[in-house]
């Protein structure tokens, strides 16, 4: 960052952008909709949260946000700060609590929650999964299994019939990195395994299932289909060449795989070097059903990540902190490192698609409601970098801020606070804060 005083409201304005960018907020529905209520089924998230030491004082997402109850408020919201979308999920074991028999009331759930979204006047940007899988679908060896790609594209066709015709775009998966990487080779998220086989194979399941989903999508007359991936900036620690080497490995794990396998059907082959003998049969195979066309590509950015080589097995590297201030997260803040993925995003991967700022947001010290200026020093130097790379050619059509509101923040439980709205966990009373004013300001404007 070139500025070292925070900005305490926000110089971009929605006018600085073209007819047409779609700004929105995004939310997902474990950790907002409460969970207990609705028919839902368990997830691997429960059981996960159940076991000691794996998720901050065993929280969940039974209640969440209540979310559930309290849509229309919550979509009342959105309208007010003058977004043109909102980014929602779908929870399969809602749907699906066993992830194959419906359950009506999850259906009608969706139902009323796309009509309340068309009915003032938002785009209804649906993902299909965030992250909860069936528990009883874990079981069976979750994502480390063929059958759950193939059980995915069930659950897609099943929403697709019921809400399909009124979604604005849909995204089969968010962040698969963190579906199958972080989850089960760091073992940080649901199912929490540190084993490089599973690992493997959830890499390509994962993928598969995205492929699988945007089949089942085109086949119900679904469009606007489109890919969600996280991405960082990977940044070497130091000048050596093996610091080098570990950030060009981790920037192949992390924001290539996915970019690659989504829209030329190949895998890095630096990262093949490792996964390889993990991977499973006949892998090559399910390539061209992964690569499917695309109408738009989207990345989730919050931080960079300084890289270092360590000893011992594949891939042998790790990361450690850097001098950039850092959000209550530990991240640090580098908007610069946005726009050097966007701009290789379209030129390595993607063309003249569409891309879409599907996530972009922090966690801030605001628990007891002071104003939240971090966060709009934050969002407003991302948007200016995302200014930036329009006026440099690179097709970006929209920005999407992680979240609207407080909530689930998983492995972390309700701790980290990223919303542009303040919620009391005890009463569940909504309280907008400053960023939120700002926003609606800067959009209006």
Not at 85 to 102: H, I, L, Q
Not at 141 to 151: F, K, L, N
Not at 280 to 287: E, G, S, V
């Amino acid at each position: 960052m070139t500025e070292t005083e925070p900005r305490t409201a926000f110089t971009v304005r929605r006018s600085d952008f073209p007819e047409g960018f779609v700004f929105a907020t995004a939310t997902s529905a474990y950790q907002i909709e409460g969970h207990a209520f609705g028919g839902a089924g368990r997830t691997h998230w429960d059981s996960f949260s159940e076991q000691p030491g794996k998720v901050a004082r065993g929280e969940n997402g039974a209640v969440a946000c209540d979310h559930y109850h309290r849509w229309e408020e919550d979509l009342d919201l959105i309208a007010q700060a003058g977004f043109d979308g909102y980014r929602f999920s779908t929870s399969w074991a809602r749907v699906m609590p066993d992830g194959e028999t419906v359950n009506p009331e999850g259906l009608d759930f969706y139902d009323r929650l796309v009509d309340g979204m068309l009915a003032r006047g938002l785009k209804p940007m649906a993902t299909m999964y965030h992250w909860e899988l069936p528990e009883t679908l874990a079981r069976r060896g979750g994502w480390t299994s063929r059958e759950i790609p193939e059980r995915f594209a069930e659950f897609t066709r099943t929403v697709a019939d019921r809400i399909g015709d009124r979604l604005w775009s849909v995204a089969p998966v968010n962040e698969p990195w963190c579906v199958a990487w972080l989850s089960h080779y760091l073992g940080q998220h649901a199912p929490g395994l540190t084993d490089l086989g599973a690992a493997a194979k959830a890499m390509h399941h994962v993928c598969l299932a995205h492929g699988l989903s945007a089949q089942a999508l085109r086949a119900a007359g679904v469009g606007n289909v489109g890919a969600v991936c996280n991405m960082e900036w990977a940044l070497p620690a130091s000048d050596s060449p093996e610091d080098a080497a570990a950030a060009d490995l981790y920037d192949a794990i992390y924001s290539r795989w996915f970019a690659s396998a989504f829209n030329k059907g190949v895998y890095p082959e630096i990262v093949l070097d490792g996964l390889a003998p993990h991977m499973p049969a006949n892998w090559q195979d399910d390539m061209a059903a992964i690569a499917q066309p695309l109408d738009w590509f989207g990345i989730n950015y919050y931080t960079c990540s300084r890289v270092v080589r360590t000893g011992g097995e594949w891939p042998a590297l790790d990361t450690v902190p850097g001098p950039l201030p850092k959000t209550e997260m530990g991240w640090e803040i580098a908007p610069e490192g946005l726009g050097v993925l966007l701009r290789r995003t379209a030129q390595d991967y993607t063309g003249d698609l569409p891309i879409y700022v599907t996530e972009n947001g922090l966690a801030h010290d605001d628990h007891d409601l002071r104003p939240d200026h971090g966060r709009i020093d934050y969002l407003d130097r991302h948007l200016a970098v995302a200014r930036d790379a329009i006026a440099d050619g690179v097709p970006l059509a929209g920005y999407t801020i992680w979240s609207l509101l407080d909530n689930y923040e998983w492995a972390l439980g309700y701790d980290k606070r990223f919303g542009l709205v303040h919620v009391d966990f005890d009463t569940q009373a909504r309280t907008p804060k400053a960023s939120y004013h700002g926003l609606a300001r800067a959009l209006a404007e």
